[in-house]
């Protein structure tokens, strides 16, 4: 395997763009050939997209998987010498229920198939639907290249190997060849290298393909990588930008970032791939003057650049003159459009139309806002982006139909307190201090009614985060959480708050999914539930 | 088996609501045994609800769980001769993944427990999640009863039985009861019946029993029975209500209503119970005068009583005289509480505060609708009913955070050619014509702009739902439905519409499924998709 050349594509597909996402298999193919590279291995279903969804059970689609395959099986005569390992959805000769199709990886050269394999481990955990919309294989594929005995695994394949890889080894086989189509959350590129380890005891080296790019709420962040049989780890591709690499080329190992780094870089890469892969070139944001949507328009600028990036001030009888002040100051560091709507007029009409409780009346500044953003998206064709975090969404601090609303929610998997620290490091790292400090300092509040400060109603976010942080991602107890020392009042208000504000976020944007536990499809809940009174 | 006495307990879950769940088993108890029953047998999960969904992975929903099956094994002992067979969920001795839950059924007798029968087979298909949060069984349970032998399989167990039925016959098994978490849809009461053929093949009865009631978007029906080693169906419980039937008490067994009648009693139910198990008593729903809200309202008022329903009628310059004629009709035969609220006022605030485009000026005026019935909600606490019919929801004809807001949608899952066959099926069925023959027969118009009316965006209903009915429901390909005679850039201007609308439907609210293919908890699709151009 030493002498194999062998080149990781990174590519970053569109689920279901198979014009696109043949293109850059293409290109790819082509790159490797000139590189010299022997054997070339893409991510997980490269050509069709991942994940597919139900999309996996229209004919249709699994019909133009197999045209667009064919295509570029044709295309590899023009890299005679270079064997290619492109995953993709195929029709399953059996259906089970609904699902008619595997999730596939064909290995072809020179125009020539050498054969097709089929994923055997199917996750069904997470943010994983694979059970529901693929047949498992039960066939090892195994071909050589070159002298070099190569074997496939897709993904959860090499996560549990079982006794696979002694058998693979009793064959002779020397490297796996693995597509993957791996989100990224935190600490993830580190697990990835560490499964390398049982290939290593085997003698067996791997080369580990993952996708890039935004698909939905998923990020995936590239970071493949190829470990000899010694377990050295001599490839590292880049994080979060699509990238081809070839070994025995003298490459250097892309390094993995700090993690505030790779927060912004998904962040980022959430927000170009979902405007780009639905069709849209701008956004708009709301700007409140605080910390959220400032950091949120940053994020934006530094995604789509200032040109494609408007900001509207929505100033109201409560709004303090220090929120104009300062998204006014934000908006000319990042130079972008900025309209002013006040929105007392419309405050007032709904008030000659309908008396309001005091609730209906903070409620409906939220939702004139919301009526305004929509009214400059449909006016020129421009996303919402929503601007809550992970704690505000957690706890259902938001108004539904009011800043609940947009397209994308860019924060909502990152807590306030991670709010502030992404803020400063941006402005740390940037050329200039993008974000002003008075954003970043001042007391957090909604302004919906006079000197209204978010610690009103909630903790102190370092406490609220803490106790959050327990109940969300770990699943904790909240006995558990009242014995790490917080308050029990407290603990059961978070938790009382965290199930009522299930239904609000079953009608929330989506948003990069930066955790294991997101709100969103790595999340399942019933709306109309009871529970823990026995507890 | 013919001498056992058998009780089909027909409850109403709330997922998570150990205290109400446990109150319904214990009455289901002791009526039972003052019915002389010998045997007692509840559906799926009928302790916990179903389905649970992620709660399957906290601790105190399992702790809870076990707390309150103890008790209710301690209350049995009221009740000496009965034998018990109670639906639950449990801790798993071994976890996969994020699952570490059975999903179980205790027998239990006089205080003793005999045994607990784990579910073997999980489905993952169509709106079923049992792979991500349980761990499968793999042991039988038999038990005897006074000297007859019975079996326990769970749902699914019994539509996959493989060579189970062999065995158990082999080992004197002379009954198997099946507790069940069945949703329904057009034709599955049928469906159900049809599967005891491979049970009376064998020579075993089955003990179906069914939950019934509404939970988030699932209905569950009910329609438990019992079929007898010879193939007779002997107990039949109601459709869409709870009930108790045992066995021997010359009961009568309940008829299958027709189908409009099974999805007026689905929708109502649905209603009721989100209502209810929400903690919410009263809806409001915005009365156009049109057909969608007319149905909305009276269903509502069938469901809730006419005290807790409250209309709005909400007039634009746009609409027409007959509309609000209509709507004050309905209002009156309904006797509900009628709200007027003119939209005009805001629509000239928003006008002032900024240029807005035809289609900005369309959609704002549904959005000011919406801010109305949120503050109307938010005022007096009343849930907002969405009128959405299924064929608006599948081509997008709806304005987010406009007329697609609401805490639930009666008729998301009713095509809209179903909507008006529904709405004469009541006027012809209920004592008085409840629903204004004038918006049964109108010309539907969303009334945005002066004389529009559907049919400038859409084609007839009739050929609409024709083709959604083959694109959906079918999941049949573009080649197929222009097969059936529709026309081929009709076809593909809905198939386009369908796919563009997928990211309403992903913020939109939940409604009682009625069909295989809802849009909701059974339909995953990416929302930044492409596909379709090789094809």
Redesign the interface.
């Known amino acids: 395997m030493t002498e194999l050349r062998i080149a990781l594509a990174q590519t970053n597909p ?7 996402n043949s293109e850059a298999i293409r290109d790819a193919i082509s790159s490797a050939a000139k590189s010299g590279a022997e054997l070339l291995v893409f991510g997980e279903l490269a050509l069709t ?1 991942y ?5 996996a ?5 699994l ?2 998987a197999d ?2 395959l064919r295509a570029i099986v044709e295309y590899s005569k023009t890299a005679p010498n270079l064997t290619v390992v492109l995953g993709h959805i195929r029709k399953a000769s059996v259906s ?4 008619k199709a595997h999730n596939s990886a064909t290995v072809f050269r020179n125009g020539t198939v050498l054969g097709t394999y089929d994923k055997q481990e199917l ?4 943010i994983f ?1 694979d ?2 919309i693929f047949i498992p294989g039960n066939q090892e594929l195994i071909f050589e290249v070159n002298g070099t005995k190569c074997a496939v695994m897709i993904c959860e394949d090499i996560w549990r190997p079982g006794s696979r890889l002694k058998a693979l080894k009793a064959s002779g086989v020397e490297v796996v060849v693995s597509p993957n189509g791996s989100p990224w959350e935190a600490g993830k590129p580190q697990k990835r290298l560490e499964i390398s380890k049982a290939f290593t005891a085997e003698g067996i080296g791997l080369a580990y393909v993952n996708l890039v790019g ?3 709420d998923l990020v995936f962040d590239g970071n493949s990588f190829l470990v000899t049989q010694k377990g050295e780890v001599t490839l590292r591709a880049k994080a979060f930008e699509v990238d081809l690499i070839v070994s025995g080329t003298g490459q250097e190992a892309s390094k993995e970032p700090e993690e505030l780094e790779q927060i912004f870089k998904a962040i980022q890469l959430g927000i170009s ?2 405007v780009r ?2 069709g849209h070139k701008g956004v708009v944001v709301g700007l409140s003057g605080g910390i959220d949507s400032a950091l949120v328009a940053t994020l934006a600028v530094l995604a789509l650049g200032k040109e494609n990036v408007v900001g509207v001030r929505m100033p109201s009888r409560f709004s303090s003159r220090h929120s104009l002040g300062d998204a006014a100051d934000l908006a000319e560091r990042l130079g972008i459009d900025l ?1 002013t ?3 007392d ?2 405050h ?3 008030e ?6 005091a ?2 009346s903070e ?2 500044q939220a ?2 806002r ?3 953003l ?3 998206s ?2 020129e064709n421009l996303l919402v982006l929503n601007t809550g975090n992970k704690s505000e969404v957690a706890v259902g601090y938001s108004t ?2 009011g800043d609940s ?1 947009g ?1 994308y929610a860019p924060l909502k998997d990152l807590y306030k307190t991670d709010v502030w620290k992404l803020s400063k490091w941006i402005n740390t790292h940037m050329n200039s201090e993008l974000i002003p400090e008075n954003s970043i300092n001042k007391a957090p509040s909604a302004e919906l009614r006079p000197d209204q400060v978010d610690t009103d109603s909630l903790p102190d976010y370092e406490v609220l985060d803490g106790i959050l942080r327990q109940l969300i991602e770990q ?1 904790a ?3 558990e959480v009242v014995g790490m020392g917080f308050d029990k009042d407290l603990v059961n208000k978070v938790d009382r708050m965290v199930r009522a504000a299930e ?1 609000k976020r ?5 948003g990069p999914r930066l955790s294991k536990v997101s709100f969103g499809r790595g ?13």
Chains 1, 2 share one sequence.
Do not use: C
């Open positions: 569109r689920v279901g763009d198979y014009v696109g997209g994940p597919p969804g139900d999309l059970f229209r004919s249709d689609v019909g133009s045209q667009a089970n229920h609904w699902a996750p069904n955990y997470d639907d059970v529901r935004g698909q939905d791939d979902y892969k639905t309209r709507l006040e929105i007029k419309a007032q009409a709904f000659q139309t309908l008396n309001l409780s609730i209906a409620n409906i939702r004139i919301a009526v305004l929509m009214a400059v449909n006016n539904i139909y609303i397209a699943h107890t909240i006995a239904w079953s009608q929330a944007p989506i999340r399942r809940v019933p709306l109309a539930t009871k529970f823990g009174d026995l507890s």
